[in-house]
């Protein structure tokens, strides 16, 4: 049976259009995107501190593609994943061989037990009830020692667009600016565009922002 989760949001990601998301986001190609992706805000870290990166989490993590390159650029950090999605959680864990420690819940029901040196989202802010986002940016700086770091779509005032034929599933703003003046000790280290159109490592016009704790 399906849990009733508190937004439609929610039980749209955790139902099969999540389903239907994980087997489009696959493959080969779509993982050395992700690792040229990481490559670019890790390079933005001066004097080589991703060395004191031992710990990751991902909010919405699906089946974990990104956390898959950053085991690539960072093999010896502890990886962990919050994702509603059953089957995509169970992925996961698959390839992982249980390495990655997952949280199949949704995000706005976790609750950080323990701080990570690198918190983040890729394309997971632009999907919450925007009456929420209060509540995420709280638990991503609660749940990061030192980074935290977003990409998402940007615009510079809050809006809906439709999202493959169905309203109110994707919501543009500026998040960064939003958890800074939330939290003024986040410091804004490095920001970047992904752009779609990229001959080599495309991605889907994603605009990625890094925030240090200061």
């Known amino acids: 049976m399906t849990k009733d989760y508190k937004t439609n949001q929610e039980n749209f990601w955790a139902t ?29 870290i001066k004097n080589d501190k991703t060395k ?18 950053i085991k690539t650029l960072l093999p010896s950090a502890e990886l962990a994943a919050i994702e509603i999605n059953e089957k995509a959680s169970r992925e996961i864990s698959e390839w992982s061989n249980n390495e990655v420690k997952v949280y199949n819940q949704s995000i706005l029901e976790f609750e950080p037990d323990s701080k990570r040196d690198f918190v983040f989202t890729k394309g997971v802010l632009i999907h ?4 929420e986002l209060v509540t995420v940016y709280e638990k991503l700086y609660q ?10 779509y940007y615009n510079p005032s809050p809006m809906g667009i439709e999202y493959r034929g169905h309203k109110d599933r994707l ?3 500026d998040f960064c600016k939003e958890i800074m003046e939330m939290y003024p000790d986040l410091k804004l280290i490095s920001y970047g565009f992904s752009y779609h159109g990229d ?16």
């Open 16 to 44: 099969e259009f999540g389903d239907e998301y994980s087997e489009r986001n696959t493959g080969d190609q779509f993982l050395k995107n992700q690792i040229h992706y990481f490559t670019e805000i890790f390079d933005s």
């Open 52 to 69: 004191s990166i031992k710990s990751v989490i991902e909010f919405g993590a699906n089946i974990g593609v990104n956390l898959n390159a």
């Open 128 to 131: 919450i009830n925007p009456d």
């Open 143 to 152: 749940a990061s020692s030192k980074y935290v770091c977003i990409g998402e």
């Open 171 to 173: 919501f543009k703003r």
């Open 199 to 214: 001959p080599e490592y495309p991605q889907d016009d994603i605009t990625w922002f890094l925030m240090e704790k200061v």
